[in-house]
Protein backbone atom coordinates (compact mmCIF):
# COMPACT_ATOMS: atom_id res chain seq x y z
CA UNK A 1 0.00 0.00 0.00
CA UNK A 2 1.25 2.99 -0.78
CA UNK A 3 0.47 7.25 -1.22
CA UNK A 4 1.27 9.11 -4.75
CA UNK A 5 3.32 11.71 -5.24
CA UNK A 6 0.81 13.57 -7.16
CA UNK A 7 -1.40 12.29 -9.45
CA UNK A 8 0.12 14.03 -12.28
CA UNK A 9 3.78 13.27 -11.23
CA UNK A 10 6.06 13.29 -14.35
CA UNK A 11 7.02 9.44 -15.39
CA UNK A 12 8.68 8.34 -18.20
CA UNK A 13 5.60 7.99 -20.40
CA UNK A 14 5.31 11.85 -20.66
CA UNK A 15 7.90 11.18 -23.20
CA UNK A 16 4.80 10.85 -25.51
CA UNK A 17 2.70 13.82 -24.23
CA UNK A 18 0.96 14.42 -20.86
CA UNK A 19 -1.45 11.69 -19.73
CA UNK A 20 -4.84 12.42 -21.24
CA UNK A 21 -6.23 13.54 -18.11
CA UNK A 22 -6.76 16.81 -15.67
CA UNK A 23 -7.52 17.40 -12.14
CA UNK A 24 -10.92 19.98 -11.52
CA UNK A 25 -13.38 19.95 -9.00
CA UNK A 26 -16.23 18.11 -8.92
CA UNK A 27 -20.09 18.58 -7.27
CA UNK A 28 -19.91 15.72 -4.93
CA UNK A 29 -16.50 15.03 -3.78
CA UNK A 30 -14.29 17.82 -3.89
CA UNK A 31 -11.73 17.05 -6.50
CA UNK A 32 -11.81 14.34 -9.56
CA UNK A 33 -10.05 13.28 -12.52
CA UNK A 34 -11.35 13.99 -16.13
CA UNK A 35 -10.26 12.67 -19.24
CA UNK A 36 -9.10 15.19 -21.92
CA UNK A 37 -9.73 13.28 -24.78
CA UNK A 38 -11.99 9.63 -25.67
CA UNK A 39 -10.28 6.57 -24.26
CA UNK A 40 -9.99 3.44 -25.21
CA UNK A 41 -10.37 0.15 -22.93
CA UNK A 42 -7.45 -1.26 -21.58
CA UNK A 43 -5.29 1.98 -22.34
CA UNK A 44 -2.88 2.83 -19.90
CA UNK A 45 -3.65 6.50 -18.56
CA UNK A 46 -0.68 7.10 -16.13
CA UNK A 47 2.12 5.63 -14.09
CA UNK A 48 3.53 7.12 -11.23
CA UNK A 49 6.02 6.39 -8.02
CA UNK A 50 5.08 6.61 -5.22
CA UNK A 51 5.89 8.78 -2.72
CA UNK A 52 6.01 6.83 -0.02
CA UNK A 53 5.81 3.10 0.65
CA UNK A 54 6.30 0.39 3.00
CA UNK A 55 6.75 -3.46 3.70
CA UNK A 56 3.68 -5.29 5.09
CA UNK A 57 5.04 -6.37 8.10
CA UNK A 58 4.78 -10.26 6.87
CA UNK A 59 6.84 -9.32 4.02
CA UNK A 60 10.10 -7.28 4.91
CA UNK A 61 12.17 -10.17 4.28
CA UNK A 62 10.22 -11.35 0.62
CA UNK A 63 10.30 -7.72 -1.14
CA UNK A 64 12.53 -5.06 -1.75
CA UNK A 65 12.80 -3.10 1.38
CA UNK A 66 12.62 0.73 -1.15
CA UNK A 67 10.18 -0.30 -4.40
CA UNK A 68 8.51 -3.44 -3.29
CA UNK A 69 9.72 -5.94 -5.92
CA UNK A 70 9.01 -9.48 -5.10
CA UNK A 71 12.50 -11.00 -3.81
CA UNK A 72 13.73 -13.52 -6.41
CA UNK A 73 15.32 -16.68 -4.83
CA UNK A 74 17.89 -15.30 -2.09
CA UNK A 75 18.27 -12.38 -3.60
CA UNK A 76 21.59 -9.80 -3.00
CA UNK A 77 22.78 -8.99 0.24
CA UNK A 78 20.42 -6.74 2.72
CA UNK A 79 21.51 -3.67 4.66
CA UNK A 80 20.89 -4.03 8.32
CA UNK A 81 18.29 -7.43 7.67
CA UNK A 82 16.24 -6.06 5.11
CA UNK A 83 16.51 -6.63 1.09
CA UNK A 84 17.22 -4.27 -1.46
CA UNK A 85 16.85 -5.19 -5.10
CA UNK A 86 19.16 -3.12 -6.73
CA UNK A 87 22.40 -0.54 -5.91
CA UNK A 88 19.62 2.07 -6.74
CA UNK A 89 16.86 1.30 -4.50
CA UNK A 90 19.81 0.85 -1.79
CA UNK A 91 20.79 4.47 -2.47
CA UNK A 92 17.47 5.54 -2.86
CA UNK A 93 16.67 4.38 0.50
CA UNK A 94 19.70 5.33 2.28
CA UNK A 95 19.06 8.58 3.82
CA UNK A 96 15.78 7.40 5.71
CA UNK A 97 17.15 4.07 6.39
CA UNK A 98 20.09 5.17 8.55
CA UNK A 99 17.37 7.47 10.51
CA UNK A 100 15.22 4.57 10.71
CA UNK A 101 18.00 2.35 12.20
CA UNK A 102 19.07 4.81 14.97
CA UNK A 103 15.62 4.74 16.46
CA UNK A 104 14.19 2.08 18.53
CA UNK A 105 11.19 1.38 16.71
CA UNK A 106 9.66 -1.75 19.80
CA UNK A 107 6.83 -0.11 20.97
CA UNK A 108 5.27 1.50 18.10
CA UNK A 109 5.73 -2.30 15.72
CA UNK A 110 4.06 -4.28 19.09
CA UNK A 111 0.88 -1.06 18.51
CA UNK A 112 0.99 -1.61 15.07
CA UNK A 113 0.93 -5.32 15.21
CA UNK A 114 -1.72 -5.58 18.32
CA UNK A 115 -3.79 -3.85 16.18
CA UNK A 116 -3.16 -5.35 12.54
CA UNK A 117 -2.48 -1.34 11.32
CA UNK A 118 -0.44 -0.85 8.11
CA UNK A 119 -0.50 2.90 7.36
CA UNK A 120 1.45 3.87 10.18
CA UNK A 121 4.22 2.23 8.65
CA UNK A 122 4.05 5.01 5.76
CA UNK A 123 3.49 7.86 8.01
CA UNK A 124 6.82 6.39 9.93
CA UNK A 125 8.69 6.32 6.53
CA UNK A 126 7.88 9.74 5.58
CA UNK A 127 9.39 10.81 8.24
CA UNK A 128 12.32 9.37 8.42
CA UNK A 129 12.62 10.49 4.61
CA UNK A 130 11.83 14.32 6.34
CA UNK A 131 14.42 14.45 8.33
CA UNK A 132 17.02 12.96 6.54
CA UNK A 133 16.34 15.63 3.96
CA UNK A 134 14.70 13.35 1.25
CA UNK A 135 11.41 14.16 1.25
CA UNK A 136 10.29 18.13 2.04
CA UNK A 137 8.36 18.88 5.36
CA UNK A 138 5.98 19.74 3.35
CA UNK A 139 5.22 16.41 2.03
CA UNK A 140 3.36 15.19 5.52
CA UNK A 141 0.54 17.14 4.53
CA UNK A 142 -0.80 14.53 3.00
CA UNK A 143 -0.87 12.38 5.81
CA UNK A 144 -4.11 14.79 6.55
CA UNK A 145 -7.38 13.32 4.94
CA UNK A 146 -10.33 15.81 4.48
CA UNK A 147 -12.56 14.07 6.91
CA UNK A 148 -11.92 12.00 9.72
CA UNK A 149 -13.94 10.14 12.91
CA UNK A 150 -13.79 10.53 15.86
CA UNK A 151 -12.71 7.09 16.89
CA UNK A 152 -9.81 7.41 14.13
CA UNK A 153 -8.58 10.93 15.68
CA UNK A 154 -8.01 9.24 18.80
CA UNK A 155 -6.03 6.12 17.14
CA UNK A 156 -3.91 8.84 14.89
CA UNK A 157 -3.12 10.96 18.05
CA UNK A 158 -1.30 7.54 19.57
CA UNK A 159 0.38 6.77 16.44
CA UNK A 160 1.86 10.50 16.45
CA UNK A 161 2.51 10.10 20.12
CA UNK A 162 4.96 7.09 19.33
CA UNK A 163 6.42 8.56 16.55
CA UNK A 164 7.12 11.61 18.04
CA UNK A 165 8.50 9.34 21.56
CA UNK A 166 10.24 7.56 19.14
CA UNK A 167 12.02 10.39 17.70
CA UNK A 168 12.32 11.82 20.49
CA UNK A 169 14.67 8.68 22.24
CA UNK A 170 16.67 8.90 18.96
CA UNK A 171 17.66 12.35 19.39
CA UNK A 172 16.53 13.53 16.41
CA UNK A 173 -8.34 11.81 -3.77
CA UNK A 174 -10.04 9.74 -7.44
CA UNK A 175 -13.23 9.27 -6.61
CA UNK A 176 -14.73 6.41 -5.15
CA UNK A 177 -17.58 4.30 -6.73
CA UNK A 178 -18.45 0.86 -7.45
CA UNK A 179 -19.27 1.29 -11.05
CA UNK A 180 -15.20 2.01 -12.01
CA UNK A 181 -14.20 2.62 -15.29
CA UNK A 182 -10.67 2.61 -14.72
CA UNK A 183 -8.47 0.57 -11.95
CA UNK A 184 -5.28 0.66 -10.56
CA UNK A 185 -2.53 -2.03 -10.81
CA UNK A 186 0.67 -2.92 -9.43
CA UNK A 187 2.90 -5.24 -11.37
CA UNK A 188 6.87 -5.64 -10.16
CA UNK A 189 6.94 -2.77 -7.94
CA UNK A 190 4.88 -0.21 -6.41
CA UNK A 191 5.37 1.60 -9.27
CA UNK A 192 0.86 2.52 -9.94
CA UNK A 193 -0.33 2.36 -13.33
CA UNK A 194 -3.73 3.47 -14.34
CA UNK A 195 -5.56 1.56 -16.38
CA UNK A 196 -9.18 1.87 -18.39
CA UNK A 197 -11.73 -0.76 -17.81
CA UNK A 198 -13.97 0.21 -20.88
CA UNK A 199 -14.31 3.08 -23.28
CA UNK A 200 -14.65 6.62 -21.70
CA UNK A 201 -15.62 9.25 -23.04
CA UNK A 202 -13.81 13.27 -23.23
CA UNK A 203 -14.92 14.60 -20.26
CA UNK A 204 -16.06 11.85 -18.11
CA UNK A 205 -14.87 11.39 -14.97
CA UNK A 206 -12.40 8.45 -13.81
CA UNK A 207 -13.92 6.53 -11.18
CA UNK A 208 -11.70 3.64 -9.29
CA UNK A 209 -12.78 1.05 -6.71
CA UNK A 210 -11.59 0.31 -3.39
CA UNK A 211 -12.91 -3.38 -2.93
CA UNK A 212 -14.50 -6.02 -5.03
CA UNK A 213 -17.54 -4.74 -6.59
CA UNK A 214 -19.58 -8.66 -6.16
CA UNK A 215 -19.97 -7.60 -2.58
CA UNK A 216 -23.37 -6.52 -1.02
CA UNK A 217 -23.79 -2.63 -0.50
CA UNK A 218 -23.83 -4.02 3.32
CA UNK A 219 -20.63 -5.76 3.20
CA UNK A 220 -19.00 -3.07 0.54
CA UNK A 221 -19.72 0.10 2.95
CA UNK A 222 -18.58 -1.76 6.19
CA UNK A 223 -15.36 -2.45 4.30
CA UNK A 224 -15.33 1.10 3.16
CA UNK A 225 -15.91 2.61 6.79
CA UNK A 226 -13.73 0.34 8.80
CA UNK A 227 -10.80 0.52 6.58
CA UNK A 228 -11.24 3.85 4.76
CA UNK A 229 -12.76 6.33 7.02
CA UNK A 230 -16.08 7.15 4.41
CA UNK A 231 -19.59 5.82 3.17
CA UNK A 232 -19.73 5.86 -0.52
CA UNK A 233 -22.32 7.61 -2.26
CA UNK A 234 -22.37 5.93 -5.66
CA UNK A 235 -25.41 5.64 -7.66
CA UNK A 236 -25.06 1.74 -6.92
CA UNK A 237 -24.70 2.04 -3.09
CA UNK A 238 -27.53 4.78 -2.87
CA UNK A 239 -30.16 2.26 -4.78
CA UNK A 240 -28.78 -0.59 -2.09
CA UNK A 241 -27.60 -2.60 -4.88
Avoid at 68 to 90: I, T, V, W
Wanted: aromatic fraction near 8%; charged fraction near 25%; glycine fraction near 6%.
Amino acid sequence: MFLRRRLLSTTAAAARGPPPIRVDVTESAGRGVFATRPVSAGELLHSAQPLVCHPSPSLLHEVCYSCLRRKPGEGRASSGGYHFCSDACRENAKGSHDVEKNADWSSFDDHCSSRRLKYPYMAKRLACMVISGAANADSLNILQPARLHQGTLIEMEEEFELLESTFKKAGFQEEVTTYPNTHIVWLENADAKLKALRDIEEGEELHICYIDTSMDVNARQKILADGFGFECHCLRCLSGD
